[in-house]
């Protein structure tokens, strides 16, 4: 059974880092797109940042300049560097391997079972 499982959510100040982590489990994602999504309650799940097998990335504009997506695929871990975080990026982060860079897929979505931001004064 495929599984994603991510660790690193907490709680952080405005102006704070936290990474985020993902290791993926009984199969290799390294052909598939691996990333991130995130949702706060009553949202939907959007997308903030995705990598391609060979390294291309999507970053969501909210959130450019200040996140930073990268993969081993060696560890079959991708990770999530969020830097200057502000309280709109609180929200449950939710790792995903799919086969588009830019939404979900149905029946080609794989998800982890997410982790919590939060970020506050």
């Known amino acids: 059974q495929a599984a994603l499982v991510e660790s690193g959510g907490g709680f952080v100040q405005p102006g704070g880092s936290l990474t985020l982590s993902c290791v993926g489990s009984?199969?290799?994602?390294?052909?598939?797109?691996m990333g991130w999504y995130r949702q706060v309650p009553g949202g939907e799940r959007d997308v903030v940042a995705t990598m391609a097998p060979r390294g291309e990335t999507h970053i969501a504009n909210s959130v450019k300049g200040r996140f930073t997506i990268s993969r081993d695929h060696a560890k079959n871990m991708v990770q999530l560097q969020m830097n200057n975080l502000i309280p709109e990026d609180t929200a449950t982060y939710y790792c995903?391997?799919?086969?588009?860079?830019?939404?979900?897929?149905?029946?080609?979505?794989?998800w982890g079972q997410g982790t919590q931001v939060t970020v506050s004064a």
């Open positions: 995903h391997a799919g086969i588009s860079m830019y939404h979900q897929t149905t029946g080609y979505d794989n």
């Open positions: 009984g199969k290799s994602f390294d052909d598939w797109v």
